[in-house]
């Protein structure tokens, strides 16, 4: 009580209960449930990375909800900032703030009128880095990225990547095509004069390409449309049926970016 940041912590969560509603890693088995095995297993690999065991679990959800990544007048680092950390996130806010010898310099790329609440961006975040590390999704987020597994038979699963306007990250194209590749396709990528990891940058043959596409837009569609029934079984739980609606619309936005380049794609 006699320290000068006890006023501070008195407005923080009083424990765990706090976060038991918002923050996946404290939810109950049931409702973890309702969620596992609809976004492709990510909130589940996400909470065991994150798990830290050797920490007090209500300190550990305190920072890794409120830190906010800071430049001072000599580096970079994360910190606990009162009265930045009670506002709330809006991506489509440009947000800038330092600190220089100790005053919070805070800046947005808006005007705010006298009765509006005040946002900040809290960085580009996914769905499942807001889910998991403050305990919210946004309805219409504009910096999501989903990611889902490939599996192929005999060979390693390819992860990819999915960004909000429906590009997918190409190394994973290069890894699909790779995979997919005829004997004779392999050997003629292998002869190209590049580096071993961009041998398969280029398309191969007019067959393997459509293949590349046809397996990624079949896999983007299953994983919609479960991430998407999941979101309407848990229609009575907004944070849930949020984020997987919110998983399920960037997939199929990858699905129109591939038909617009193959209108045609039998998948």
Not at 59 to 79: E, K, T
Not at 129 to 141: A, I, K, R, S
Not at 156 to 171: E, F, H, L, Q, R
Request: charged share 25%; hydrophobic share 35%; proline share 5%.
């Amino acid at each position: 009580s006699d320290s000068k940041y006890a006023p501070y912590l008195q407005l923080l969560p009083p424990d765990v209960e706090a976060f038991r509603e918002s923050f996946p890693r404290f939810w109950s088995d049931e409702r973890r449930d309702s969620l596992f095995g609809f976004d492709g297993g990510q909130v589940e690999r996400r909470i065991a990375t994150d798990e830290r065991k050797e920490l007090d679990p209500w300190a550990y959800a305190c920072v890794s909800s409120r830190s906010n990544f800071l430049r001072s007048s000599s580096d970079y680092r994360y910190s606990i900032t009162p009265l930045l950390d009670f506002m709330n996130h809006d991506a489509n806010v440009g947000t800038s703030a330092t600190i220089e010898n100790g005053i919070l310099d805070l800046s947005t790329n808006r005007n705010w009128n006298a009765d509006e609440e005040i946002k900040i961006s809290y960085g580009a975040l996914s769905n499942i880095d807001t889910l998991c590390d403050y305990g919210f999704v946004m309805e219409d987020n504009p910096c999501n990225v989903e990611v889902l597994e490939i599996r192929l038979l005999g060979s390693p699963s390819v992860a990819v990547a999915v960004y909000p306007d429906g590009s997918v990250d190409k190394s994973a194209i290069y890894m699909l095509r790779e995979n997919l590749a005829t004997p004779e396709e392999a050997t003629l990528a292998m002869s190209r004069e590049e580096s071993p990891l961009m041998k398969f940058s280029k398309p191969i043959s007019d067959r393997n390409e459509l293949d590349v596409y046809s397996l990624l837009a079949s896999s983007l569609d299953d994983a919609a449309s479960t991430s998407a029934s999941g979101a309407e079984g848990a229609r009575d739980d907004g944070l849930i049926s949020t984020y997987l609606s919110g998983r399920a619309g960037t997939l199929r936005r990858g699905i129109e970016a591939i038909l617009q380049k193959y209108p045609d794609l039998e998948y």
